[in-house]
């Protein structure tokens, strides 16, 4: 065991990162007012891109008004400000619309899934009370850069980034930092699955 299998997750959703290259996903990400919706913190940014193939066919992106002021160092984060989102729908059109976007059953990408997934099951108990949870299978990116490099101690976005030359600020825009995100998928498989296969 490395240091890093303590952090799995043992969510049913999961993806085993390794077993074999996704084809057809999305990757998502989310900005939010806080670090938990149990205590208050809201989404305010879902962003997306639908890959065929290993190829971007579409993109997602929406603002979410969350009923509350977007706090400041969130603003300074992300940019995102309260004027920002008092005109845009809130969380039960978003959630709706965003799942039509999705489709049934697709899978998820995301870096540190979990977080996202926090907010996504929350939002889906608040539009659809009879759904306990987000009933998409998910791929966890943070969990396979560790995987594959157990040596190294960091290995968030903005680090990832920068190794693998995808770019060199993480923006914390939700639909940009979803297309880095697949940019190094898309690195980490080839890094991975044709290393494997050269063995």
């Known amino acids: 065991m490395n240091y890093w299998d303590k952090y799995q997750s043992t969510d049913p959703r999961r993806i085993p990162p390794l077993d074999a290259p996704?084809?057809?996903?999305?990757?998502?990400?989310?900005?939010?007012?806080?670090i938990d919706?149990?205590?208050?913190?809201?989404?305010?940014?879902?962003?997306?891109?639908k890959v065929q193939k290993g190829r971007i066919i579409d993109t997602y992106s929406q603002l979410i008004n969350p009923l509350m002021?977007?706090?400041?160092?969130?603003?300074?984060?992300?940019?995102?400000?309260?004027?920002d989102i008092l005109d845009q729908p809130t969380v039960g059109p978003t959630m709706k619309d965003f799942e039509k976007w999705l489709g049934f059953d697709t899978p998820i990408l995301a870096h540190n899934a979990t977080f996202d997934l926090k907010f996504l099951d929350y939002a889906t108990t608040e539009t659809w009370p009879n759904r306990p949870q987000f009933d998409h299978p998910f791929l966890d990116t943070l969990e396979m850069s560790r995987s594959i490099h157990p040596e190294i101690r960091h290995h968030r976005v903005a680090?990832?980034?920068?190794?693998?030359?995808?770019?060199?600020?993480?923006?914390h825009r939700a639909l940009a930092d979803?297309?880095?995100?697949?940019?190094?998928?898309?690195?980490?498989?080839?890094?991975?699955?044709?290393?494997?296969?050269?063995?």
């Open 22 to 34: 996704l084809i057809d996903y999305v990757v998502l990400d989310t900005e939010t007012t806080g």
């Open 37 to 49: 919706p149990y205590k208050g913190a809201r989404l305010i940014e879902i962003g997306a891109v």
């Open 69 to 83: 002021p977007v706090p400041a160092h969130i603003t300074q984060l992300t940019g995102i400000t309260t004027a």
């Open 159 to 171: 680090d990832l980034i920068k190794r693998y030359h995808v770019g060199e600020v993480e923006e």
């Open 178 to 199: 979803a297309k880095q995100e697949q940019a190094l998928y898309q690195i980490m498989c080839k890094e991975y699955f044709l290393s494997k296969k050269n063995r």
